[in-house]
Nanobody, 125 residues
């Protein structure tokens, strides 16, 4: 069974940084496209960044230049380094895995993941 467990969320002041982690288990990690998504109260879930099985990474226009996605295949762990955080970045952040990931018109669709973690809360004030 596939399991994704996020960690690293918390409260931070505007302009600060956080690094989220996602520990993956139960499958061949390297074969999947991995991504980070977020959802704020009353808003739809949106894609933040993704990294494909070949290591190629992309991010949504809304976080480009501030957020960096990476992965450590040896540790089966996905990361999201968030810097220059803004109050509008406050949300529950989710790790996801699947196939056929893509960026469409500067945004990351939420339809491609097959597996989702439970999320970690990020609050920027």
């Amino acid at each position: 069974d596939v399991q994704l467990v996020e960690s690293g969320g918390g409260s931070v002041q505007a302009g600060g940084s956080l690094r989220l982690s996602c520990a993956a288990s139960g499958y061949t990690y390297r074969r999947y496209c991995m991504g980070w998504f977020r959802q704020a109260p009353g808003k739809e879930r949106e894609g933040v960044a993704l990294i494909d099985s070949d290591g190629s990474a992309s991010s949504a226009d809304s976080v480009k230049g501030r957020f960096t996605i990476s992965k450590d295949n040896a540790k089966n762990t996905l990361y999201l380094l968030m810097s220059s955080l803004k109050p509008e970045d406050s949300a529950m952040y989710y790790c996801a895995a699947g196939w056929n990931c893509a960026v469409v018109a500067g945004a990351i669709p939420v339809t491609w993941p097959t597996y989702w973690g439970e999320g970690t809360q990020v609050t920027v004030s």
